[in-house]
């Protein structure tokens, strides 16, 4: 391969019903369809590349030969039936290529599962900046993310995928005690074989804030004492959280409902329990300044002799 091009030109020449090209990446190309796709035909004109004008090109899709040669063809995208071209010359060499995707402006089955609605949950443990957004695959399909942005006020943030390709994590610089006046806006482009989607996410951090588990740090004489978690923003003055603690059997976890004590609510970083039975203590924080989302329950077994 001859060095590293430039997303080259494409031109939408001609198209029934309702379709647009939208430039995601270099050399990946998005083929937005109105409508059912699979009653679409869209033709567009592949450049391999401005230095190959005049030279001997051929072409392949998905590495199969096709009869189309030149520097400009035309290719026919049918339904979902996008591709990879690339273009070559004559003793075979790499030139070029082109990722054809067919996006659907209305989809009905998602490569992504939505939970309670949402494509895309994100959680942030601080004010601080960082913040996880995470999704869930289809289970019949094998998804591929193809583009991520996340921006406020214009200015984009760096964000890295999971190894697992089931997340990102974004950070964006900015001092923890600052208003937030605009959202971030958070765009994510996934792709199942030829099949391209778009979903979208706007937030504040103060909406996704979601404390780490705090840590018990006495349990003796059915007295406990915790700290908030150490990723939490300091002082607590400023940042205050709320805990909620409850006492449930020695046989369930803190996540089983029912037969507990009822749930206690404090500022305060200790608590005392009243059994005589064996128990599991529970407590878990809130920013009490949101009120959104609690952190998950940390736990202490107490046994006691009959």
Known sequence: MKGVFFFLLF?????????????IKPNVLGLEVNGDPMIQKSDVLLHCGDQFEGSEIHWQKNGMTIPDQGNNIIIAIYGMLGGNYTCHNPSGELLNHTLVLVKPVDFE????????KEFITCVARNYSGPFHCFWKWDSKRNGVVV??????NSQLMNCSLDADNNGLTCEEQQ?????????ISL??????QYRLEEHQKTFFIHDIIKPDKVSIV?????EFEWEQPSTWNTPCSYYPLMYEVKVVSHRKDCTHIGNHSEPHYTNLTQYKVNSRKSYTFCVRAQDSLTNQVWSEWS???VSKQK
């Open 11 to 23: 031109i939408f020449l001609n198209v029934r019903n309702s379709t647009s090209l939208q430039f």
């Open 109 to 116: 089955k998602a490569i992504l599962t939505a939970t309670d």
């Open 147 to 152: 583009f991520v942005k996340a921006s406020r």
């Open 175 to 183: 001092c923890p005690s600052s208003e937030e006046v605009n959202r």
């Open 187 to 192: 765009t994510l482009m996934v792709r199942s």
């Open 218 to 222: 006495k349990s003796k004489d059915d």
């Open 299 to 301: 736990e202490e077994k």
